[in-house]
Each structure stands twice: as structure tokens, then as C-alpha cells.
């Protein structure tokens, strides 16, 4: 399932991406999620937890789908 995400200004951090969609409780359970390589970023596994996420991007984690616009 896919859904939808406003990033406000150029781009959001993926780990402040994966608490404010929800992905994540917390943003150490978020940090510990992408630490073991359980994030993806257009398909490719993501272990940079600041990595700048932008518009057009999709991020997966366990069966939910961000994309960000």
C-alpha cells in the first residue's frame, strides 16, 4: 500500500520521515530500523539515517510505502 507524504521545504531526514508518516513510534526505533538496513529508498537498502529524502522518492519499510511530494 502506498501513501502519500507533503514534505515541506526541499527535502525531510529519513528518519524524521519514518516518525512524522508514522512508520515509527520513536525516532530511536526509527534509527535502529534504517541502522539495520530494514529502510529502502527508490529500492535500494538505506543505512544513512539523515539521508535527505525529496520529492518524488519512495520509501518502503516493512509493507507501507511513503512516497514524498
Known sequence: MEERF??????IELIKLLK???????G??????V???LVTVEGAVETRKRRKVRR???VAFQD???AVV
Open 6 to 11: 507533503e514534505v515541506e521545504g526541499e527535502y
Open 20 to 26: 512524522a508518516a508514522g512508520l515509527c513510534d520513536t
Open 28 to 33: 530511536g526505533m526509527a534509527k535502529a530500523v
Open 35 to 37: 541502522e539495520e538496513g
Open 56 to 58: 518524488g522518492e519512495r
Open 64 to 66: 507501507r510505502i511513503i
